[in-house]
């Protein structure tokens, strides 16, 4: 079996544990915390074939800091952030992962939400081309800390940020702002098969299998 459809089978795998043991509420990545923020895309240095890379603009975002699994505290955990663009019909989901050719196709635990989060594999653009996206500290902004709670301190402070990569150049970053109510973050559904663009779209085995995980927990959520 290929590296990346193995890859494909753990997730697929783990979230089907995960959603076993959960009911009416989340089953994949379940602890979170959920903020009103700003995406500003400088640009890419070079064109990939998405408007929304390509072309500077700033979007109002709804940024989820969570934990795949929900370990307490500052215990590791595959880490998320996912990113909904308001009038751009996108979300984008990326979790912490390895940085090498084959390891960046793996979920990796990690203890700090100041860490690198990947797209875990390709996302395709308008012109054909296959894209990495990827997020990260941006050596300016309040580190965001080993837990939640620390994340929503950072948050507060007004300089809490995350840098927007494609193929591990900058294009843009997050900036985090207010704290959104547990019932609105309750209430969040995040499906980066379905909210994309032509443009910019996710592919290949693995996104299909987290595709559908997501729809299995989306309705156990519901009954």
């Known amino acids: 079996m290929p590296f990346v459809k193995k890859a494909a089978f753990i997730v697929l795998l783990l979230a089907g544990i995960r959603v076993a043991k959960s009911r009416h509420r989340r089953s994949l990545h379940p602890a979170g915390r959920s903020f009103r923020g700003e995406l500003e895309i400088w640009g890419a240095p070079r064109p990939t074939g998405s408007r929304l890379l390509d072309e500077p603009s700033r979007w109002p975002v709804t940024v989820r800091m969570s934990k795949g699994v929900g370990t307490r505290g500052s215990r590791p ?11 751009h019909g996108t979300d984008l989901l990326l979790s912490t992962a390895g940085s090498g050719r084959l390891t960046r196709h793996l979920p990796a635990p990690r203890r700090s939400f100041a860490s690198r989060y990947g797209s ?20 300016s ?72 995980a997501y729809k299995i927990s989306q309705r156990w959520r519901r009954r």
Not at 77 to 87: E, K, M, N, S, T
């Open 77 to 87: 955990d595959v880490l998320g952030v996912a990113i909904r663009l308001h009038g």
């Open 141 to 212: 902004g309040t580190p965001l800390g080993r837990s939640l709670d620390a994340v929503s301190a950072a948050a507060l402070t007004g300089n809490a940020q995350l840098v927007i990569a494609v193929d591990d150049q900058p294009v843009g970053r997050v900036t985090f702002g207010e704290l959104i109510s547990g019932a609105e973050d309750a209430a969040l559904a995040f499906d980066p098969i379905r909210n994309a663009t032509p443009d910019l779209h996710p592919t290949g085995t693995i996104h299909g299998s987290r595709a559908l």
């Open 120 to 139: 875990i594999t390709a996302y395709r653009t308008g012109s054909d081309r296959k894209v990495y996206l990827a997020a990260g500290p941006t050596g």
